[in-house]
C-alpha cells in the first residue's frame, strides 16, 4: 500500500489546478419524459431538524437477487437533487424502475459511506455492501414514491498541526486511516465532511492557524496523517487570467502521525464512537534533526548510471512502504527530511541504451541502511542483467 508517497499530492495538486480553471460540468439525462417522481424529507436523527440542503441520489439498482452477475445490471438512469430550507426534496421525470436511494449532509454518516467502509473492494451495483446499507425504492409510471431519509450525525477529529518552532502548519494536508474489518489500518475516504472534494479523495490542508476538522467520521479506530508538500503549486500571473505551475518536488516528503510518530505502525489510534467529538488531536512537524540522502544508481562492474526507475525507503521489518523517489536522468536520486532510523532501500530501476530506445529492466536492489545523520554520497550498485544475459 502506498503511504507517503508523491503520487498522492501530485493527484491532489493536479486535480486542485483543474478544478480551480475548468469550468464545472452537469450530467443529465436523455431528453425523454418520464412520469415518475420521488419525494421526501431529510432528517437529522440527533436533533429532529431537517438536513437543510442536503443531496439526495437515485440510481437504477438490480434486482434483489443472488449469484448477479455484473453484466446483468444496467445503470440507465441517475438523478440528483438538493433538499430545501425544510428538508424536502422532490426529483420528478423518473423512469419506472428499482433505484438505490442515498441522502448527504457535512457532518453526518450516508449509507454510501458505509457501504464503503465494509466493502471488501471497489464498490459496483452488484456489491453485497452497497444493498445492505442502502435502500431500495421502486418509481412508477404516474406516481410519486415517497422516501423519507433520516441521517445519523458523524464522529469528529480536530487538532492543530504546529511546527516545532510553535508556526501553525498552514495549507499541509490531513489524511485518516481507518482499521478496517480485519483490524488493518488503511487509508479512509469518505463525502461526508461537507467538502465537494471529498468525493474524489482529495485531501484537504490545515487552515491559516494550522486547524484542521474532519467530520462525519463512523465508530472506530483512525490514524492522522499530515504530510509536508511534496508538490509546489506557484500562480504564474499577479492580475488577469489566472494559471497555475504545478511542479514535483524532489525527495519526496516527510509524514507525521498522530502521536508525533514517523511510521505509521507506531501511531498512536484515535478511539471515537457514535457522534462523539475529539477536540485536540494535535501533531507536531520538525524542523530540527531530519537528514538528507544523496545517492546514485549505478550498473555494478560497469559503473553505468541508471536512466529511470524509483528507490523505495521501506520498513525493514515488514516492508511497508515509507518514502519514494524518482531516478533522474544521471541516476541521481534524493531524500529530503529523512527521521533518524533503520530502513530498508529498494530500487526498481532500468537503463536504456545509448543508440537505441529499448529498455532493460535491472534486477531489483535491496539494502540495509542506518540513518543518524545526512548521507551526501550514497551509491547503489545493481546487478548487471546484460552481463547475465551475454
Avoid at 280 to 294: A, E
Amino acid at each position: 500500500m502506498e503511504r507517503c508517497t508523491r503520487r498522492g499530492l501530485r493527484f491532489w495538486a493536479l486535480n486542485s489546478a483543474l478544478l480551480l480553471c475548468a469550468p464545472a460540468t452537469i450530467s443529465g439525462q436523455a431528453a425523454q419524459a418520464y412520469s415518475g417522481a420521488v419525494s421526501g424529507h431529510v432528517y437529522c436523527s440527533d436533533t429532529n431538524t431537517p438536513c437543510r440542503f442536503a443531496t439526495v441520489n437515485l440510481q437504477s439498482a438490480p434486482p434483489e437477487r443472488a449469484g448477479m452477475a455484473p453484466s446483468e445490471v444496467s445503470p440507465s438512469h441517475s438523478y440528483g437533487a438538493e433538499a430545501d430550507l425544510n428538508g424536502a426534496y422532490r426529483i420528478p421525470g423518473v423512469a419506472p424502475g428499482l433505484y438505490f436511494i442515498v441522502a448527504r449532509y457535512a457532518g453526518y454518516v450516508s449509507g454510501y459511506d458505509l457501504a464503503e467502509l465494509h466493502s471488501k473492494g471497489e464498490l459496483s451495483l452488484t456489491s453485497p455492501a452497497l444493498s445492505k446499507y442502502l435502500r431500495r425504492i421502486t418509481v412508477a409510471d404516474d406516481q410519486t414514491t415517497v422516501a423519507d431519509l433520516t441521517l445519523q450525525r458523524g464522529a469528529t477529529i480536530e487538532g492543530t498541526v504546529r511546527y516545532d518552532d510553535s508556526a501553525p502548519g498552514i495549507g499541509i494536508p490531513i489524511r485518516l486511516f481507518r482499521k478496517n474489518d480485519s483490524g488493518k489500518l488503511v487509508l479512509y475516504n469518505h463525502g461526508s465532511d461537507g467538502s465537494p472534494y471529498s468525493m474524489i479523495a482529495l485531501a484537504l490542508g490545515t487552515d491559516a492557524r494550522g486547524h484542521y476538522y474532519k467530520a462525519g467520521l463512523p465508530p472506530g479506530s483512525y490514524v492522522v496523517e499530515v504530510k509536508l508538500p511534496d508538490v509546489s503549486i506557484v500562480p504564474t500571473t499577479i492580475v488577469g487570467r489566472q494559471s497555475l505551475k504545478v511542479t514535483p518536488k524532489a525527495g519526496g516528503a516527510l509524514c507525521v502521525f498522530s502521536g508525533d510518530k514517523y511510521r505509521l505502525e507506531d501511531a498512536t489510534p484515535v478511539d471515537v464512537a457514535q457522534g462523539q467529538d475529539v477536540p485536540g488531536v494535535d501533531i507536531s512537524i520538525p524542523t530540527v534533526g531530519l537528514h538528507s540522502i544523496n545517492g546514485t544508481a549505478a550498473m555494478l562492474g560497469t559503473g553505468e548510471s541508471v536512466t529511470e526507475g524509483e528507490v523505495y525507503l521501506l520498513d525493514p521489518s515488514d516492508k511497508t512502504e515509507l518514502r519514494r523517489g524518482e531516478i533522474q536522468a544521471d541516476g541521481s536520486f534524493q531524500f529530503n527530511f529523512v527521521a533518524s532510523g533503520n530502513y530498508l532501500v529498494r530500487v526498481d530501476a532500468a537503463v536504456r541504451g545509448k543508440s537505441s530506445q529499448a529498455q532493460s529492466k535491472l534486477p531489483p536492489l535491496e539494502v540495509p541502511l542506518d540513518v543518524e545523520s545526512d548521507i551526501p554520497s550514497l551509491t547503489l550498485n545493481l546487478p548487471n542483467a546484460r552481463a547475465k544475459n551475454q
